[in-house]
């Protein structure tokens, strides 16, 4: 039997008797006592601040006052437990060995049980177990105040999270003890943060009654509990694992001791920060690069015999040539050099002063670039062997290693918030903290690799303790924050965070860790590989990242081609790199840019260009014989026209590469994860050698990159640009559609989309729907089910868009024109389209756009509804008719053109360019027929109204000698027959099968 008792500023203390099975030797009697609330911001920063002049590095986090703090790694949560111990006069409990004779209080280290002294009276996590069990506080419910539906209010008694919707906690966590408590009185034990408890992960979906104190070791620890932004399950069972370097948007912690009556936190007698002394760059600091080595490698025989008799200088040379040349052996790729400008300027000055390097904190330059710094010494270095840039050079990285990590450590939040010279945060640090490339590190070595490859002799000149420094950078730190947050890996940093790992553990294979590097990369490449289906799409579902797969693979490849037994991860690897190129091939439009999905901008340079640029392709004349070469064709033009991308749910219908054809893409896929947008059954449309009916574009990371004057509308313009408003498709009763994204972005659908298609001769067909609901942030939703149903007739080059609502009472069809460019802007879609330049015919129900060269579009409406018109172009309340050419620029007025008509009845959109040809229509009942005439061809459609689901659809296409005919009921097949010449040639409309990812021709 034990006893907890709550430890809080607020509620009075109480015992609570706990009853632990399978317990420790020491575990059958004991005083638990647990923090009644999470750790806030004021404890947190009050003992921080003591820490860092008492020789802790604690990083800084985010949530101040009574905000639970948050974005905290686990290293220092156990470090700021051991300061807070020492702060309140006990002993603390964590120690770097296992004779608990050096308290652990700066750098990494991922501790064993055995460093533990669970029987000391310091502060300390607690372990799963335990947290468990003051979490439950008896009860065996889901949820300690019991099982109820997600939509129940009383879970948002309890637990604080938008699990439950989008209330005040979207993006922010409350204070503590902002919620009811459980029984045994402590608070936000669900939701607010999640919390960082002791155990290791066992790699299994629970913990083993039979380790009451976790795995000895592994690669990450386990949380508890749930958070406010990233988690949606709050059960008292539920897990979530994350490196313990990671800094996850709502990881907090709460503590817990056995001292038996602990001390409050003494006040805080002076505030003044004095921060850490810095690492010394100096000879005895890198011979510690010989703890991380392994003592049998025998390219490494000459440095140990040196250091065992006592020459550290000569060790570390021998260490510093097996080093740089596994460097210079790696198959990485070899990039020029840049040759020097500005930067060594700056650091040759620096360095001729002598004092060491402060490169954060208040009143400092913080220039941004330090990468790029040391890109440009290396390349002066390169390019003047004898001259003095190596050893700027060298004293740079020095600096870097001892000195970078730990002074931003040492910032708040506010103080790293703090605008460079350059604007912005650094950049370098965003890549590490996210492990996004698998950290620094790699970035490191390639620069390494590249000085290396331009001079060979320069490695003679490289300082071994500079080298050593750097390594133990990556080994140390780099490496253990190369981990992604386990609970929403996506995909692309999933797989950039493996090759990191493997290409870093093949290079640095002589430490001893490079082994679990390699494997935990291996384990996490086949896990992100999984997540890639058929047609090359992933469930990001944003096109803006989704290149980046191609290159990391080809990245990593070379590190494993001459394996003499090939990994059975590389041919899917492969595969997925196949794939992802055909789908952007499938996907470009005329004039080689790709349209924005996800938080793709439409600037060619985001994707295109890359893809025009890709090894493969780069030499080739056009965009033609691009394609060609992608998919292997032969002949005079690319073999594929209209494609069907059946698990992303893209449908594209062109008729043809050059910049005059046509194009038209529909967006009709199922949830997706990541920067999925609430767009659903949306159109782009390209036609005529311009685009014409464009996305809204995406939405921003942050304020930062907007203009001054638009900062403060940077919620509202993300709200819009990732709602349906700013899609070509329709709102009910002016809602959005309700964006739900799939549970698992690692776990991809099997199935294709149930959306049937063709892709022929005369007609191409793409349908999607939309079953879900309708609402805003704050409004009740609407359940509807929109149906939209397109016909490309190309010897006419033009489309119907049939479009069905089944519920609400009102639905808006919304089509988006390219905004006026600013001048100077070098963008894909300019020059826009002004408000001028739409010209709507009500009584006709007919609009007209044209371009600065007197292009037109025509969008005209049939049906039994009469819709009413409205334009918007830059609204403002609320934020309506606006665009994002790019998530990094200004937002630009768009003029928006909506036709709203009844649900429960078609209404079809005719459009085309130039003039819209000759219709007549005739309503008979429920049937409508309409006869288009244009380019010499003759359209006869029915439609015909089905009861809650798709129109039933019969098409006759005539002219020049070709009959084509289609029937398209409500559900199951379609057929389709072709007549010309006596030749009569028929096919099926159906959901592709997914078995062949070929293009149609």
Known sequence: MAIAKCLTAGPAPVWIPIHMSNPTPDEASFILQVSATETDGQTWETVRQWALTNGYDIGAANGRGRLP??????????????????RSGVDPVYFTDENHQHVYRTGQRDLSPAHVAWSGRGFRLPTEREWEFACRAGTTSRYYWGTFERTHPINRSYAASHQWGYDEVNGNPLPVAGRKPNAFGLYDMSGNVDEWCWDWWNGRGQPDAEEPLGPRSGFARILKGGGFGMDRTFASADRHVTAPGYRSLDAGFRIVTRHPDPPSLPPETEERRIRPASAPVSEPAAIAIFDLLKPDDPRLDEAWLSLRQGDAEKA????????????????????????????????????????????FGPGQPRHRNWLGDARELAGAAAADLDGDAIDIWSWMISEYATRHKRQFDALTIPERQQPTVEGGADPAWFERSIGMGGGQGLRWLDMLHDLLRAQPAIADRIPPDALAHLARMIVEDDIPLGLVDSRSPIPNQFIGNAIGLMMQACILDMFRDAGG?????????????????????????????????????????????????????????EDVRDGVIRMYTALLMPNGAIPSIGNLAYSPARASRRFL?????????????????????????????????????????????????????????????????????????????????????????????????????????????????????????????????????????????????????????????????????????????????VLYLKPMQAWAVIDTVIGGESAEQLWHLPPPCPDGVNDALCPGIAAENVLIDSTAR???VRDHLNRQLTLRHAGSARPHYRTRFGETEPLRGWSAIDGTKERLPTVQISAAWPTGVPLVTLIATGDGGELEETTT?????????????????????????????????????????AVLPPSGNGHIIREEQGIRKTGVIAIPSGADQEPSS
């Open 69 to 86: 703090v948050h974005q905290v790694t686990w290293y220092d949560a156990v470090k700021w437990c051991n300061a807070r111990s020492e």
């Open 316 to 359: 570390l040379s021998a260490w510093r040539d097996v080093f740089l040349a596994s460097v210079t052996a790696a198959p990485l790729q070899t990039r020029p050099l840049p040759d020097g400008g500005d930067a060594v300027r700056r650091w040759r000055a620096w360095h001729r002063k002598g004092e060491p390097m402060q490169f």
């Open 517 to 573: 590097w390699e494997a935990a990369g291996i384990l996490r490449m086949e896990q992100a590989l999984q997540s890639h289906m058929p047609d090359g799409a992933n469930l990001e579902a944003s096109l803006n990242y989704t290149w980046g797969v191609v290159d990391k693979i080809d990245a990593v490849l070379p590190f494993y081609a001459s394996r003499s037994i090939r990994p059975p991860w590389m041919d899917q690897a």
């Open 613 to 789: 640029t890709w090894d493969r392709v780069h030499s080739l004349p056009d965009l033609h014989a691009a394609v060609n070469a992608v998919y292997r064709n032969s002949g005079d033009g690319p073999g594929m026209t209209s494609t069907a991308l059946p698990y992303a749910g893209y449908y594209v219908m062109r008729n043809g590469w050059k910049q005059t054809h046509d194009y038209l893409l529909l967006q009709a896929g199922r949830p997706g994860a990541g920067h999925a947008h609430a767009d659903s059954n949306a159109i782009h449309l390209y036609a005529d050698g311009r685009h014409w009916l464009i996305d809204g574009g995406p939405a921003s990371y942050g304020p930062g990159p907007l203009p001054d004057h638009q900062k403060s509308e940077y919620l509202a313009f993300n709200r819009l640009l990732r709602s349906s408003r700013a899609a070509n498709t329709v709102v009910v009763d002016d809602r959005s559609q309700v964006l739900q994204g799939k549970a698992d972005p690692l776990v991809p659908y099997t199935e294709p989309a149930p959306n049937r298609w063709y892709a022929g001769i005369d007609v191409d067909y793409a349908e999607g729907v939309f079953d879900g609901i309708y609402r805003d942030d704050t409004e009740e939703g609407v359940p509807a089910v929109h149906y939209r149903q």
């Open 846 to 848: 007919t609009v007209r």
């Open 925 to 965: 009942g429920e049937e409508l027929e309409l006869v288009w005439q244009r380019r010499g061809f003759r359209c006869n459609l029915r439609i015909q109204a089905a009861e809650s689901t798709r129109p039933h659809l019969r098409l006759e296409l005539t002219g020049q000698g070709v009959r084509t005919e």
